[in-house]
């Protein structure tokens, strides 16, 4: 390679124009950075709602009324168990509890530890805690972005919630989820079942609502028809049901997606057509000089291929490579709050690692293409004229 | 040898080449005499393959150079044309070194022999002393010199000059003067497009070839 005169000279060549080659490869990395980190963040989301549907239970029950969810009688555990085929069934208690300002809350999930915990998600969370020393005093595992607002209004170890018959409750924080959990789990407070009834104020026979297991998919809809024939007034939402919906926000959130990523495309493709149109007249005398001194139209198309693939893939490389530090690194602010919106308490989302390599290519090609063709159009309408007009 | 065969060249109306029939022989020197417009520089953009005539051939060593596909012309051209610019096209914030490596690249894959060449060539036309200079630093008479090696640095039999003198002061045209007199004697072929006066002072046999109105005056 060192002593390939074609080498030296593609490098000679690069070199000549330190500016040009500086502002080509500045102007595509940033171009790539911004494409790069809307695809990276978009990924990231996908991956976490996707593990967020797959660890859903494949039922969840909930008794309506007046089109408005109520609590449901616990007793109806014993009767959903007796259907044949459901393998798991967890009662849960959730609520919202608005904090003393009133604009902001948090989701208080109650578990029942004692039973299967249909979330594989939070079976995870649970699976290095100590869990009947857990269950035994007032304690809460907390979400990061939850965490971040108790600690800001002081309470950094424990919480007084105050429940509707104004009775304050001690809750002592006793863990504190990763933010690579805060898409899902930012604004939650996870206590024991009893615990969170207490502090909603749930009538002790009660649960907010059941989820369960069914482990033979073909049996799904035989036993949303039997639960349906069991209460009259029940609202079976399936693990379909809850896809649809995630479906929906990620289609909200795509389309901003899909903005960005035209007005990052459509910023590059006017950079390219501007350099198509304004081939400058060194360059131009080049050409012509190369084609009086016996290259041929190839040679010179092969080369400029050569040199433009060369600051391409640097740029190329510079690009991804900061928007992977951006956004798996930096969290990539301002665009994470683009892409989460206005969240209820300090957005404090962690984007978990993803890197699709289709994803990659997909950049490389869509960055390339247009890339290399701005530069090879008007080298080759250059190359095919005469030397002698090109040098006038 | 170069036949040039009931040549015509048409720039929209304008016939800047009419009826051209000529013969150039193997290690002749031709000067190409004519004012400004005569059709001088056009004939000789055609011989290099610059161009294609609107009708007519031009043979050289008997290749139809005008009908060669682009690639085979290339390749022609590189190992029996040099041609030396009026304005020399130099790329000029390059060294002499490295643009009379240029013409090399698609041809000769190591750069230690290609530089060997360089060289040679940077010494025949009396300019090795400035090869690692910034063209743009160079006088006009150095770089004429740098673009004659490069026009020699393949050896080609033929060699064309365009204007040689134009932008050249009395000294050195008469270096130029001598340096034609030094690749005669290395067996080219050399065409010079000229109305320079200076020529009648070339101290080697050569053939005036007159063009005047496009037409061929011998």
Same mark, same amino acid.
């Given at each position: 390679?060192?002593?390939?005169?074609?080498?030296?000279?593609?490098?000679?060549?690069?070199?000549?124009?330190?500016?040009?080659?500086?502002?080509?490869?500045?102007?595509?990395?940033?171009?790539?950075?911004?494409?790069?980190?809307?695809?990276?963040?978009?990924?990231?989301?996908?991956?976490?709602?996707?593990?967020?549907?797959?660890?859903?239970?494949?039922?969840?029950?909930?008794?309506?009324?007046?089109?408005?969810?109520?609590?449901?009688?616990?007793?109806?555990?014993?009767?959903?168990?007796?259907?044949?085929?459901?393998?798991?069934?967890?009662?849960?208690?959730?609520?919202?509890?608005?904090?003393?300002?009133?604009?902001?809350?948090?989701?208080?999930?109650?578990?029942?530890?004692?039973?299967?915990?249909?979330?594989?998600?939070?079976?995870?969370?649970?699976?290095?805690?100590?869990?009947?020393?857990?269950?035994?005093?007032?304690?809460?595992?907390?979400?990061?972005?939850?965490?971040?607002?108790?600690?800001?209004?002081?309470?950094?170890?424990?919480?007084?919630?105050?429940?509707?018959?104004?009775?304050?409750?001690?809750?002592?924080?006793?863990?504190?989820?990763?933010?690579?959990?805060?898409?899902?789990?930012?604004?939650?407070?996870?206590?024991?079942?009893?615990?969170?009834?207490?502090?909603?104020?749930?009538?002790?026979?009660?649960?907010?609502?059941?989820?369960?297991?069914?482990?033979?998919?073909?049996?799904?809809?035989?036993?949303?028809?039997?639960?349906?024939?069991?209460?009259?007034?029940?609202?079976?939402?399936?693990?379909?049901?809850?896809?649809?919906?995630?479906?929906?926000?990620?289609?909200?959130?795509?389309?901003?997606?899909?903005?960005?990523?035209?007005?990052?495309?459509?910023?590059?493709?006017?950079?390219?057509?501007?350099?198509?149109?304004?081939?400058?007249?060194?360059?131009?005398?080049?050409?012509?000089?190369?084609?009086?001194?016996?290259?041929?139209?190839?040679?010179?198309?092969?080369?400029?291929?050569?040199?433009?693939?060369?600051?391409?893939?640097?740029?190329?490389?510079?690009?991804?490579?900061?928007?992977?530090?951006?956004?798996?690194?930096?969290?990539?602010?301002?665009?994470?709050?683009?892409?989460?919106?206005?969240?209820?308490?300090?957005?404090?989302?962690?984007?978990?690692?993803?890197?699709?390599?289709?994803?990659?290519?997909?950049?490389?090609?869509?960055?390339?293409?247009?890339?290399?063709?701005?530069?090879?159009?008007?080298?080759?309408?250059?190359?095919?004229?005469?030397?002698?007009?090109?040098?006038? | 040898?170069?036949?040039?065969?009931?040549?015509?060249?048409?720039?929209?109306?304008?016939?800047?080449?009419?009826?051209?029939?000529?013969?150039?022989?193997?290690?002749?020197?031709?000067?190409?005499?004519?004012?400004?417009?005569?059709?001088?520089?056009?004939?000789?953009?055609?011989?290099?393959?610059?161009?294609?005539?609107?009708?007519?051939?031009?043979?050289?060593?008997?290749?139809?150079?005008?009908?060669?596909?682009?690639?085979?012309?290339?390749?022609?051209?590189? #190992?029996?044309?040099? %041609?030396?610019?009026?304005?020399? /096209? &130099?790329? @000029? !914030?390059?060294?002499? $070194?490295?643009?009379? *490596?240029?013409?090399?690249?698609?041809?000769?894959?190591?750069?230690?022999?290609?530089?060997?060449?360089?060289?040679?060539?940077?010494?025949?036309?009396?300019?090795?002393?400035?090869?690692?200079?910034?063209?743009?630093?160079?006088?006009?008479?150095?770089?004429?010199?740098?673009?004659?090696?490069?026009?020699?640095?393949?050896?080609? #039999?033929?060699?064309? %000059?365009?204007?040689?003198?134009? /932008? &050249?002061? @009395? !000294?050195?045209?008469? $270096?130029?003067?001598? *340096?034609?007199?030094?690749?005669?004697?290395?067996?080219?072929?050399?065409?010079?497009?000229?109305?320079?006066?200076?020529?009648?002072?070339?101290?080697?046999?050569?053939?005036?070839?007159?063009?005047?109105?496009?037409?061929?005056?011998?």
């Amino acid at each position: 390679m060192r002593n390939s005169l074609y080498f030296y000279y593609l490098t000679l060549n690069l070199f000549k124009d330190k500016k040009k080659l500086i502002s080509t490869i500045l102007i595509s990395s940033i171009i790539i950075f911004l494409l790069s980190s809307i695809f990276f963040i978009q990924d990231s989301i996908k991956a976490s709602l996707k593990s967020t549907i797959k660890n859903q239970p494949d039922f969840i029950i909930q008794k309506n009324r007046g089109g408005r969810q109520v609590d449901l009688p616990l007793d109806w555990i014993d009767k959903i168990s007796q259907i044949y085929g459901v393998t798991s069934i967890t009662p849960r208690v959730y609520g919202r509890y608005y904090f003393e300002d009133k604009k902001k809350w948090a989701l208080i999930i109650g578990v029942d530890f004692l039973e299967d915990i249909s979330n594989k998600e939070l079976e995870k969370i649970f699976k290095d805690i100590n869990l009947k020393e857990f269950i035994k005093g007032s304690n809460m595992i907390v979400g990061s972005e939850v965490y971040s607002y108790l600690k800001s209004h002081f309470y950094n170890k424990d919480y007084n919630f105050l429940s509707p018959n104004g009775e304050f409750i001690k809750v002592k924080i006793y863990k504190v989820l990763p933010k690579e959990l805060a898409l899902n789990y930012g604004n939650v407070i996870i206590t024991s079942l009893d615990l969170a009834k207490k502090i909603l104020g749930v009538d002790e026979d009660k649960i907010s609502d059941i989820a369960i297991n069914v482990a033979n998919k073909d049996e799904w809809a035989n036993i949303e028809d039997k639960l349906n024939a069991l209460f009259y007034d029940i609202l079976v939402v399936s693990k379909d049901d809850i896809k649809r919906a995630y479906d929906n926000i990620f289609n909200f959130k795509g389309g901003i997606f899909l903005s960005l990523f035209l007005i990052t495309l459509t910023t590059f493709m006017l950079i390219l057509y501007q350099r198509y149109s304004l081939v400058n007249l060194d360059e131009k005398k080049e050409i012509a000089i190369l084609r009086s001194l016996g290259w041929s139209v190839k040679d010179i198309l092969k080369f400029k291929l050569f040199e433009s693939l060369i600051s391409a893939i640097f740029a190329f490389l510079i690009g991804v490579l900061s928007a992977y530090i951006f956004v798996f690194i930096f969290n990539a602010p301002i665009l994470k709050d683009i892409f989460l919106g206005d969240s209820n308490l300090k957005n404090s989302v962690i984007f978990i690692r993803v890197v699709d390599f289709s994803t990659i290519a997909t950049i490389f090609i869509l960055f390339i293409i247009p890339f290399i063709a701005s530069i090879l159009i008007p080298v080759w309408k250059i190359a095919i004229s005469s030397p002698k007009e090109a040098l006038k | 040898m170069i036949k040039i065969k009931n040549l015509y060249k048409k720039f929209k109306d304008f016939e800047a080449l009419k009826s051209i029939n000529l013969e150039i022989n193997d290690n002749e020197v031709v000067i190409l005499k004519g004012v400004s417009g005569s059709g001088k520089s056009t004939l000789l953009s055609l011989i290099a393959g610059f161009d294609k005539p609107t009708s007519g051939v031009i043979l050289i060593d008997n290749e139809p150079i005008s009908k060669l596909p682009d690639l085979h012309l290339s390749r022609f051209r590189f #190992k029996n044309i040099g %041609f030396v610019f009026q304005n020399f /096209n &130099l790329i @000029k !914030n390059l060294t002499p $070194l490295d643009n009379i *490596l240029a013409p090399l690249i698609p041809y000769e894959k190591s750069l230690q022999k290609a530089q060997k060449k360089a060289l040679n060539a940077l010494k025949v036309a009396n300019i090795e002393h400035k090869a690692k200079e910034i063209v743009a630093n160079l006088s006009g008479g150095e770089q004429q010199r740098v673009a004659i090696a490069r026009a020699i640095i393949n050896s080609p #039999k033929y060699l064309l %000059f365009d204007e040689p003198t134009a /932008n &050249l002061d @009395k !000294n050195n045209s008469l $270096l130029f003067l001598d *340096l034609v007199k030094k690749l005669k004697n290395l067996n080219k072929t050399i065409i010079i497009a000229t109305h320079d006066p200076i020529f009648d002072k070339l101290e080697v046999e050569f053939k005036t070839i007159k063009l005047e109105d496009g037409r061929v005056y011998e």
